[in-house]
């Protein structure tokens, strides 16, 4: 079975500063990753995505993450934040053992103040 | 290309009565999967279609859910009776099958049901 666990529920970050938001996953098999966001009263937007190839990946918005398969993360970062990046952050898995679909962490708020 | 469309964006109903959401996927996508959130909770998952056959229905939470999807193409899901916890955001994605040319999920804006 897979799992994942956002290890912050909220962030709040000033603007212009790093932000890191942390994901952690269990699976026994290989698997897929991946980041969305969901602005306030928006859908699910998909942010970066790891299914192969570099552990580094880069997505929109200037948000990147980078999977560690020895440590089961897959940690989301962004070296300057703006107002606009207040939103819910979703790490999710998904994979073979699952039968394709997603399994989602809790979420965590980001809240970027002025 | 056309992204993953669901209706409505909103619904308001009273408990007891049934309400129906649409999900209409990505053209060629065979993998169809239904999500809510309630109150503010984690996204789980409801269940997973396979073109018109599902695949995975192990999230349904009771048997007053129906999901249906005819012809392999849009999806629907209905509750009757609805319940107040109900409420929620219920969330249609549709994908590629894993493997070769898999390239994610595409999630629809959601549809925020409301029972009062």
């Known amino acids: 079975a897979q799992s994942v666990t956002q290890l912050d529920s909220q962030v709040p970050v000033f603007e212009e500063a790093p932000v890191e938001l942390r994901c952690n996953y269990s699976s026994s098999v290989s698997v897929y990753l991946f980041w969305y966001v969901q602005y306030p009263n928006q859908g699910l937007q998909l942010l970066l995505k790891y299914l192969s190839g570099s552990t580094l990946v880069k997505g929109i918005n200037g948000f990147e993450a980078e999977f560690n398969k020895s440590q089961t993360s897959f940690h989301l970062r962004k070296p300057s934040v703006h107002i606009s990046d207040t939103a819910e952050y979703f790490c999710a898995v998904s994979g073979w053992a699952a039968g394709n679909k997603l399994t989602f962490g809790g979420g965590t708020r980001v809240l970027v103040k002025p | 290309e056309a992204g993953v469309t669901q209706f409505p964006s909103h619904s308001v109903i009273e408990k007891g009565q049934t309400v129906t959401l649409r999900c209409d996927p990505i053209s060629g996508h065979d993998n169809l999967y239904w999500y809510r959130r309630v109150m503010g909770k984690e996204i789980k998952f409801l269940l997973h279609f396979v073109k018109e056959s599902k695949q995975d229905e192990s999230g349904m939470p009771n048997n007053r859910f129906l999901a249906e999807r005819t012809g392999g193409t849009y999806s629907t899901l209905k509750v009757q009776p609805a319940e107040l916890e109900d409420s929620g955001v219920y969330f249609c994605?549709?994908?590629?099958?894993?493997?070769?040319?898999?390239?994610?999920?595409?999630f629809g804006s959601g549809t925020r049901l409301t029972v009062v």
């Open positions: 994605a549709s994908s590629q099958d894993l493997g070769i040319g898999f390239e994610g999920y595409t």
